[in-house]
T-cell receptor
Framework: AQSVTQPDIHITVSEGASLELRCNYSYGATPYLFWYVQSPGQGLQLLLKYFSGDTLVQGIKGFEAEFKRSQSSFNLRKPSVHWSDAAEYFCAVGDSNFGNEKLTFGTGTRLTIIP | EAGVTQFPSHSVIEKGQTVTLRCDPISGHDNLYWYRRVMGKEIKFLLHFVKESKQDESGMPNNRFLAERTGGTYSTLKVQPAELEDSGVYFC????????????????FGPGTRLTVL
């Protein structure tokens, strides 16, 4: 069965600093990988997704993620965070054998931004 | 284009009562999903509709949960009778119809319904 691990429950960074959120997955074939963000009072918003091709994926709000098959990782990065990036971030994997099927999520990483 | 909407945003009920959650997907989206997040844990899949048919309900916890999608538009998730462990945030998501094997499409999520069972 597929699974996702987000080892960091809570991360605090200073505004303007760089950010990397870790995500490791377990899946037998080439996975479909996603990063979602949930701001307070909002639904989950898709930041970016990886299906195939270029392993460095660009997303919205200046985020990017890199798929590394050898490390089973899909870490999310941003060169300079803004106070508005404070939110909870979820990594998810989808089943590529069946296309648009259920997503398996990690437990989330809560990001706090300090001035 | 309106996003996925869910009602109510928050529900507080007592153990043994019944609660019905509603989800309105994005217009024209054939796929509708329900997920749940129990506090501090991961978001877990409950079930998947394709139009009005249940495609996958492997995540439904037990027979106290009943999901419907009459007419292939909005969906309801009923919990009867509610238990303490049912507390959590229930998310709904929708996506477009697929047009070929091996393709997937973005799931758009609603804001969730926070259910508290006392």
């Amino acid at each position: 069965a597929q699974s996702v691990t987000q080892p960091d429950i809570h991360i605090t960074v200073s505004e303007g600093a760089s950010l990397e959120l870790r995500c490791n997955y377990s899946y037998g074939a080439t996975p479909y990988l996603f990063w979602y963000v949930q701001s307070p009072g909002q639904g989950l918003q898709l930041l970016l997704k990886y299906f195939s091709g270029d392993t460095l994926v660009q997303g919205i709000k200046g985020f990017e993620a890199e798929f590394k098959r050898s490390q089973s990782s899909f870490n999310l990065r941003k060169p300079s965070v803004h106070w508005s990036d404070a939110a909870e971030y979820f990594c998810a994997v989808g089943d590529s054998n069946f296309g648009n099927e259920k997503l398996t999520f990690g437990t989330g990483t809560r990001l706090t931004i300090i001035p | 284009e309106a996003g996925v909407t869910q009602f109510p945003s928050h529900s507080v009920i007592e153990k043994g009562q019944t609660v019905t959650l509603r989800c309105d997907p994005i217009s024209g989206h054939d796929n509708l999903y329900w997920y749940r997040r129990v506090m501090g844990k991961e978001i877990k899949f409950l079930l998947h509709f394709v139009k009005e048919s249940k495609q996958d309900e492997s995540g439904m916890p037990n027979n106290r949960f009943l999901a419907e999608r009459t007419g292939g538009t909005y969906s309801t998730l009923k919990v009867q009778p509610a238990e303490l462990e049912d507390s959590g945030v229930y998310f709904c998501a929708s996506s477009r119809k697929l047009t070929g094997a091996g393709h997937t499409d973005t799931q758009y999520f609603g804001p969730g319904t926070r259910l508290t069972v006392l």
